[in-house]
């Protein structure tokens, strides 16, 4: 099996975020699931904190600055995405849901997701499922059964022991490691080739012939 590249959006506010140990310990896991499955495997972790700025800018005026591009490309080309946010008023973050704004709507189409959502309390685990499954279903992007939520006591010396944390991070990095590998590697494309961006076997030449009325 071929390398795998993993995508992991954290959307945690603080520094350092509970949101981002979720994260990493979902990215570490589904790592370590691809590499007995023999594959290499690569990491790349985008803190949308830092993108903030930059996020917004776009949503005003269209563009993105080098580090949100560099961010985008990044989950586009990415053959998994691990996407774990906080949880306020119920869902998802604000910051969370303008960067999924940001992204072409077909960004997603196919890519394995492996969801995770963090909160002060267990109650909000069913935003998972109401709230964050929906948005990428209507992306047309491929879920893994298992979302992973963790709240505050999941941290703690008084954490669940009848499906504590650790299962159900292995639960899901497997379901996310089992759906890459059964995809075929994402191909690198050339953002700067008409081919990608004018169709298969076109050129500029066919876009000014057009233009022509030839």
């Known amino acids: 099996m071929g390398a795998r590249r993993i995508a992991v ?4 506010l603080s520094n350092p975020s509970s949101t981002r ?4 310990r979902l990215a570490a896991e589904t790592a370590r699931r691809l590499t007995e499955l023999g594959s290499e495997v ?3 972790v985008i803190e949308l904190r830092d993108l903030a700025h930059d996020i917004t800018n776009n949503l005003l005026t269209g563009f993105a600055p080098p580090a949100l591009d560099s961010a985008i490309n990044t989950v586009i080309s990415a053959d998994g995405l691990i996407a774990v946010t906080p949880i306020f008023s119920t869902s998802y973050s604000g910051l969370f849901k303008s ?11 196919g890519k394995p997701v492996l969801i995770g959502a963090n909160a002060g309390t267990a109650r909000h ?14 992306l047309h992007a491929e879920p893994v059964p298992t979302g992973v939520f963790a709240a505050s006591s999941d941290w703690g010396a008084n954490a669940d022991e009848v499906a504590p944390l650790s299962t ?3 639960r899901g990095a497997r379901e996310l490691a089992e759906a890459m590998a059964r995809r075929e590697p994402a191909a ?3 953002p700067f080739h008409p081919g990608n961006y004018l169709g298969e076997g076109r050129s500029f030449g066919h876009l000014l012939g057009g233009l022509a009325g030839e």
């Open 9 to 12: 959006i954290s959307a945690g």
């Open 21 to 24: 140990m979720l994260a990493d």
């Open 42 to 44: 690569g990491v790349d």
């Open 99 to 109: 960067f999924i704004d940001v992204l072409d709507p077909d960004a997603l189409a």
């Open 125 to 138: 685990s069913l935003a998972i499922d109401y709230a964050i499954r929906p948005l990428f279903t209507y």
């Open 168 to 170: 159900r991070v292995e």
């Open 188 to 190: 690198d494309k050339d």
